[in-house]
Nanobody, 124 residues
Framework: VQLQASGGGLVQAGDSLSLSCAAS????????VGWFRQAPGKEREFVAA???????LYADSVKGRFTISRDNAKNTVYLQMNSLKPEDTAIYYC???????????????????WGQGTQVTVSS
């Protein structure tokens, strides 16, 4: 499956932004899809994930501000980001793994497919 992330940009603190992850080449409903981010000089970190039954998981740092959702008919996963903070600045990547892969949805090593990333910059 191929993933294409989009929707990043430059916003001010407190603003909202919506990211999209469009998939092709597979039956999308069979995949767990996650969002990860990497800030300059930092390790890649988990942001949010959603499985085939719409179960969601969030990092504590974004809980209550970010919402992940999916539209299987459009083969797309969305990340709605509200109340953005400067510390949310990073390159955001979407990733996918088959539903048969075991392990926490927060573990990046379990994801087989990665998009190219989209830059999110939040100014103070």
């Amino acid at each position: 499956v191929q993933l294409q992330a989009s929707g990043g940009g430059l916003v001010q603190a407190g603003d909202s932004l919506s990211l999209s992850c469009a998939a092709s080449g597979g039956r999308f409903s069979n995949y767990v899809v996650g969002w990860f981010r990497q800030a300059p000089g930092k390790e890649r970190e988990f942001v949010a994930a959603i499985n085939w039954s719409d179960y969601t998981l969030y990092a504590d740092s974004v809980k209550g501000r970010f919402t992940i959702s999916r539209d299987n008919a459009k083969n797309t996963v969305y990340l709605q980001m509200n109340s953005l903070k400067p510390e949310d600045t990073a390159i955001y990547y979407c990733a996918a793994r088959l539903r048969t892969v075991v392990g926490s949805m927060a573990g990046s090593a379990r994801y087989e497919y990665w998009g190219q990333g989209t830059q999110v910059t939040v100014s103070s």
